[in-house]
């Protein structure tokens, strides 16, 4: 908690708070995130103040200047947002000031989103995690392989990110799910929708056991720009990525390719190395190639040591306020 002008404000206010700051057009969230991350960061916010001096950061801070006025009706907004999306699907929202809950494998990236809802449950352990991801157009040896390699990561407790497309991320969220793991669905909409409409019981039984997450507002439908967004959170949530099967236009290249930005592991299947140019020059740029689950888990960090990392990256921000 902080002082207000009004007394001390509660965690769940603060985090409205940082909602509505989110509410505002032209602001920047990865801006948002990075600030709140910094002691003292949202006080400085709302009183329109942004350290980083970026031309995004200078962008935000002007916003905010122009903006603040209009701060307690967007908070009473963003509360009625928060509110429906609970009432309709038991959605809870986390946020980056929320030091114990957000997942700490999103917290070392170097543009963690401000805010998360999820439905379901996230768990500490999940820091122990992998991506597996590929093609919607998957071929049945893809989706063998992307079955085999998911049942196999939960056989050593691993949780299982993917995205709740077809092909692919289907077989491998079904197949954790048939093995009694746990699996995560990071989806390109918001909480209160489901896309593809087909696996709207899928998410279900993935909310029952695991989680189902997203970055954007709750009501937010499908966009162009909201995959590539949602291929970032989940490669961040993980502590790297299996690609099973992709084109050089496939999402799933992309994921990779972020991956590596982010500082995470891409892990290309070696059938995937063989028959794709993409997947041989992202080799020679610190992908790694893999035949079976035992070459991704001698990469996985444990739970203590993600956490480690995450409270170095906190005091690092402390220390930069």
């Not at 769940?12 to 032209?26: H, T, Y």
């Not at 006025?69 to 946020?95: S, Y």
């Not at 790297?240 to 992709?246: H, L, N, S």
């Amino acid at each position: 908690m902080f002082v207000a002008e009004g007394g001390l404000i509660t965690a769940s206010e603060m985090n409205l708070r940082l909602l509505a700051l989110c509410s505002i057009d032209g602001i920047n969230w990865n801006v948002i995130a990075r600030e709140a991350l910094r002691s003292g960061g949202l006080a400085r916010l709302l009183a329109g103040e942004v350290a980083e001096t970026s031309r995004d950061g200078e962008t935000t801070r002007r916003r905010l200047g122009a903006e603040l006025a209009t701060l307690d009706a967007r908070v009473e907004r963003v509360r009625e947002l928060v509110g429906v999306a609970e009432e309709k699907t038991k959605a809870r929202l986390v946020t980056v000031l929320d030091r114990g809950e957000y997942p700490s494998n999103l917290r070392v990236i170097p543009s963690p989103p401000p805010f998360l809802f999820y439905r379901g449950e996230l768990r500490r352990d999940d820091a122990r995690s992998v991506a597996v991801v590929g093609t919607r157009q998957a071929s049945d040896e893809g989706c063998n392989r992307a079955r085999s390699l998911a049942e196999k990561l939960t056989a050593d407790g691993v949780t299982v990110i993917s995205g709740l497309a077809k092909g692919i991320d289907t077989e491998a969220h079904t197949a954790t799910l048939e093995a009694g793991g746990r699996t995560i669905a990071v989806i390109g909409t918001g909480i209160l929708r489901t896309y593809p409409k087909e696996n709207a019981a899928l998410a279900d039984r993935i909310a029952e056991s695991g989680a189902v997450v997203s970055q954007f507002w709750p009501d937010a439908p499908p966009t162009r720009y909201g995959f590539p967004m949602r291929n970032a959170v989940m490669s961040g949530i993980s502590q790297g990525t299996a690609v099973i099967e992709a084109s050089s236009t496939s999402g799933a290249k992309m994921q990779a390719r972020i991956a590596l930005e982010q500082g995470k592991r891409a892990f290309l299947m070696a059938s995937l190395v063989t028959r794709e140019t993409w997947a041989q020059r992202y080799i020679e740029r610190g992908a790694i190639e893999v035949n079976d689950v035992e070459d991704i888990l001698r990469w996985l960090r444990t739970r203590e040591q993600v956490e480690q990392q995450s409270s170095q990256r906190d005091q690092l921000a402390l220390e930069l306020a």
